[in-house]
């Protein structure tokens, strides 16, 4: 079933949003759905208060503008509070575990925590021994509010997600996971593009081939061909050192004219951001008509929103 054809229930049976691994299609479409909604009575300047009185603690071992901004943002406007702990102000930064951090943050009554971090098993621990909702904002593995906050954008443009052709151009990181099963599970054709060495982890890609039509190639010609969205990402993923081997395997993959000329007429292009303009993406492309890198980082918001909700707002 396409996402134009469900009918949202207002329920999803999830306590966390670890990856996207154990979510079905139906669990997506209620987050896009609700996403929307959010999105209309953000954009008619309606109150949505549906958080009221939760707290959101919000832990950053890796910095950001986007998750920050759009995580404190949401809370405020859902009617709810933010705390703010990066890794220089908790005790996580001197040693102290995670088992004994969510433990802690347990007894103060914490609602949910979005944490950004290195390590999934970070998030993993966090929802094992917290009683609150956890939300992985980013991790070297995934990033899934991102590729959420990606397919509401095609949503959007295309009024549908079933058979269109995502590819994606670069290291086969977090957000190449993520894409691929976010992508696979609503119907899409996803095909990652990357260097030789730099493909996606394969026991990710071939969890994702269980879901649907996911393809990994090192083919730039193959992936662009007939694509309804181009994709990419920074070549160095944050913490990374530059690497003059690993720039040089991932320049000939970069999306410019003519990679965007392989596709679709009507294909559009996405970046999560921070762009590197002449690095993975040329200015022709990330400033043409045919990119919603924008429309992408204003629906981090509401994706957002309909997870906290959905996972938060359980009585």
Not at 298 to 313: D, I, S, T, Y
Request: glycine share 8%.
């Amino acid at each position: 079933m396409d996402v134009s054809a469900y009918k949202p229930k207002g329920r999803i049976e999830h306590k966390h949003l670890l990856n996207l691994l154990d979510y079905s299609a139906f669990d997506i479409y209620e987050i896009l759905y609700l996403a929307q909604d959010l999105k209309n009575a953000f954009h008619r300047g309606k109150k949505h208060e549906l958080l009221k009185g939760k707290t959101l603690a919000m832990i950053f071992s890796k910095s950001s503008t986007r998750t920050r901004v759009s995580f404190e943002m949401g809370m405020h406007q859902l009617g709810g509070h933010t705390l703010f702990l990066s890794s220089n102000d908790i005790q996580l930064g001197r040693g102290e575990t995670i088992e004994d951090t969510a433990r802690v943050l347990s007894r103060y009554g914490i609602d949910g925590v979005m944490i950004r971090t290195f390590l999934q098993s970070d998030v993993e621990a966090l929802a094992k021994y917290g009683s609150f909702s956890v939300i992985n904002g980013l991790t070297d593995d995934f990033h899934p509010c991102q590729a959420l906050a990606d397919i509401m954008t095609l949503t959007e443009t295309f009024g549908r997600l079933n058979g269109l052709k995502l590819s994606y151009f670069g290291d086969g990181n977090n957000m190449a996971h993520s894409l691929m099963l976010a992508g696979a599970k609503t119907g899409m054709k996803v095909c990652i593009c990357s260097p030789k060495g730099y493909e996606p982890n394969p026991e990710i890609t071939a969890a994702a081939q269980k879901f649907g039509d996911v393809t990994v190639t090192n083919s730039v010609e193959e992936a662009a061909a007939d694509a309804d969205a181009l994709y990419t990402d920074v070549f160095f993923s944050m913490g990374q050192a530059k690497d003059p081997k690993k720039e040089a395997a991932l320049m000939p993959y970069q999306v410019n004219s003519d990679v965007l000329g392989m596709a679709k007429k009507s294909a559009v292009f996405l970046h999560c951001l921070p762009a590197h303009r002449g690095e993975e993406v040329t200015e022709s492309v990330i400033d043409s008509t045919h990119s919603v890198i924008f429309e992408q980082a204003e629906n981090r918001l509401h994706a957002q929103k309909a997870v906290m909700c959905l996972l938060m707002g359980k009585k």
